[in-house]
Each structure stands twice: as structure tokens, then as C-alpha cells.
């Protein structure tokens, strides 16, 4: 069965403690792996795609990497408007479209000044 | 450019009662995707449309159903509703169904009584 695990499920930060974030994934076929960020009341904000393995993307104090069985978010320096729940989602193969995605149960990152 | 709008933001309803919720894409996007949000299951996948048809579709059941209209708006209805539905509704939208990204709504707050 398809499937996308994230850890830890909480992580608490002091200010410019740099830190990683996990996704494991286990999926016939990777079409394209995602990062989205949700704030409390909102959806979800889109961060990254990464579609094969030793891909990587940054924005900010963000970087995405993936392998062929998981994907890290590290987060250098993050400052308190980081905090958030960070979302990993995979888009199998069989999908067809991109609707079809597979959304872990996200990391509740916080950080404290 | 107006991102995903949803509505309404927050609904009350009652168990056995039907709710029909709306997602207006953001302009020039023809796909929509309706997505579950709860604390247990997270984020799961209901239902894709594209050109007024529905390309795919989730794991539940035949009390959830929906629509899109030529104009890309998209509305999903539950009928008979259970306490289990209480959720946050959320719709996303991409240019086409092989997009790389999806933009999503703030959401449709539903709790059942």
C-alpha cells in the first residue's frame, strides 16, 4: 500500500537552531514528491517539487533533498515566522494527474525566539 | 491575481442533513481537486475535475460527490451526513491536471452534530 510517513510529529526549535525534517515514502512509482507549509486556519502553501533521486531545491532558509525512499526539508537558521506544519505529499505513478496525491500527516514545527 | 476562494468559510450541520460546499479556482486554472483534512487521517484525497469531468477519485464513499462547471467553478456535496464528516474541506486548483503545482483554498470548516 502506498504510503508517506513523517518525523518527528513535532519539533520544537530555539531561534537559528538548524534542524531536518523527514518524509519517508513507499510508492509504486514516484511521479513527484511535494513540500507544503499550513498555517493554523489556512491551506496549504506550496514550498517544493522534486521529482528524482539527489534532486534538491532551496528557498530561504529552506532546502528539499530526496532519495529513492525519502525526502528531507532542513531548515538553517529558521527564525519564529517558520513555525508551522510542514506537509509531505507524493504523486504515485498510476496517479494520471497530479490530483491523485498522498499527503503524510505533516511535522508541527515551532520556534521560539 | 485572487488565489482559491471557498465557500462558506464555516458550516454547522446536523447528522442525516446533506451540505454542498463551492471552490472557485483561481482564474485561468480548469482543474480542481477536493481534499479531506482531519487530526487522525490528515489530508486525503476525494476527488479531481477537469473539463467539467471527473478524472479521479478517492476512497470514500458514494455520499461524497461533486461537480465542476464550465466556467471551472467546482462544488462537492455530502449527503446523509455522519459525525465522522466533520472535517476541513479543502479544493485546490492547477492550470491542468498534469500542473506542477497546486494552489490551495483556506478551506471549508464542517462540524457535524
Known amino acids: 500500500e502506498d504510503q508517506v510517513t513523517q518525523s518527528p510529529e513535532a519539533l520544537r526549535l530555539q531561534e537559528g537552531e538548524s534542524s531536518s525534517l523527514n518524509c519517508s515514502y513507499t510508492v509504486s512509482g514516484l511521479r513527484g514528491l511535494f513540500w507544503y507549509r499550513q498555517d493554523p486556519g489556512k491551506g496549504p502553501e506550496f514550498l517544493f517539487t522534486?521529482?528524482?533521486a539527489g534532486e534538491e531545491k532551496e528557498k530561504e532558509r529552506l532546502k528539499a533533498t530526496l532519495t529513492k525512499k525519502e525526502s528531507f526539508l532542513h531548515i538553517t537558521a529558521p527564525k519564529p515566522e517558520d513555525s508551522a506544519t510542514y506537509l509531505c505529499a507524493v504523486h504515485p505513478n498510476y496517479g494520471g494527474s497530479q490530483g491523485n496525491l498522498i499527503f503524510g500527516k505533516g511535522t508541527k514545527l515551532s520556534v521560539k525566539p | 491575481k485572487a488565489g482559491v476562494t471557498q465557500t462558506p468559510r464555516y458550516l454547522i450541520k446536523t447528522r442525516g442533513q446533506q451540505v454542498t460546499l463551492s471552490c472557485s479556482p483561481i482564474s485561468g486554472h480548469r482543474s480542481v481537486s477536493w481534499y479531506q483534512q482531519t487530526p487522525g487521517q490528515g489530508l486525503q484525497f476525494l476527488f479531481e475535475y477537469f473539463s467539467e469531468t471527473q478524472r479521479n477519485k478517492g476512497n470514500f464513499p458514494g455520499r461524497f460527490s461533486g461537480r465542476q462547471f464550465s466556467n471551472s467553478r467546482s462544488e462537492m456535496n455530502v449527503s446523509t451526513l455522519e459525525l465522522g464528516d466533520s472535517a476541513l474541506y479543502l479544493c485546490?486548483?492547477?492550470?491542468?491536471?498534469?500542473?506542477?503545482?497546486?494552489?490551495f483554498g483556506p478551506g471549508t470548516r464542517l462540524l457535524v452534530l
Open positions: 485546490a486548483s492547477s492550470l491542468d491536471p498534469g500542473s506542477e503545482t497546486q494552489y
Open positions: 522534486l521529482y528524482s
